[in-house]
T-cell receptor, first 113, second 116 residues
């Protein structure tokens, strides 16, 4: 799996958009970009994933650059409950699979009131 | 309804004891996993099972033995507990071997194991 690089921590004001960057310059053609988050003392939670196109769901938007070497997770209106560690994971799921996720250190996002 | 549940939530025990952690998922998923999150917060895959068969065993000591009595359950038994086994253990499940599936994983709440 391609390695990812994320800033260790970020702050964002409540109500503003939180933009979390991820660098995955060694990503290969059949690898997807996944985002999970872990709120303190809870299990990780899936947020969104994408391959090439930008994606949006009820939780967030994912913007992937045209060369796919980096991406940005956007939480459009951050709330205090969004304070968590956010993990960017690159994974090959072209054939489905039962492989585990490889978590890095993630970005600790702190939403300030 | 709880999708992935684990019991117990907290487990405190002495070195050398044998203990088990139970995991159940009611999502109808084919694949289940065990992860370990150590004191430095690194989250690592330990095992994965697909339809009750072991798929991954990531250099975990053989004191750790997962057991899957059926597709909905994956229990973790740990023999001769050591201080270094203290961690939070997370169970997860996913749809499993499906072509073109993005295979989102659903995690349980975790079991905090403390070995004294």
């Amino acid at each position: 799996d391609a390695k990812t690089t994320q800033p260790p921590s970020m702050d964002c004001a409540e109500g503003r958009a939180a933009n979390l960057p991820c660098n995955h310059s060694t990503i290969s053609g059949n690898e997807y970009v996944y985002w999970y988050r872990q709120i303190h003392s809870q299990g990780p939670q899936y947020i969104i994933h994408g391959l090439k196109n930008n994606e949006t769901n009820e939780m967030a938007s994912l913007i992937i650059t045209e060369d796919r070497k980096s991406s940005t997770l956007i939480l459009p209106h951050a709330t205090l409950r969004d304070t968590a560690v956010y993990y960017c994971i690159v994974r090959d799921y072209s054939g489905g699979g039962a492989d585990g996720l490889t978590f890095g250190k993630g970005t600790h996002l702190i939403i300030q009131p | 309804d709880t999708a992935v549940s684990q019991t117990p939530k907290y487990l405190v025990t002495q070195m050398g004891n044998d203990k088990s952690i139970k995991c159940e998922q009611n999502l109808g998923h084919d694949t289940m996993y065990w992860y370990k999150q150590d004191s430095k917060k690194f989250l690592k895959i330990m095992f994965s099972y697909n339809n009750k068969e072991l798929i991954i065993n990531e250099t975990v000591p053989n004191r750790f033995s997962p057991k899957s009595p059926d597709k909905a359950h994956l229990n973790l038994h740990i023999n001769s507990l050591e201080l270094g086994d203290s961690a939070v253990y997370f169970c997860a499940s996913s749809p499993g071997w499906r072509k073109n599936s993005y295979n989102e994983q659903f995690f349980g709440p975790g079991t905090r194991l403390t070995v004294l």
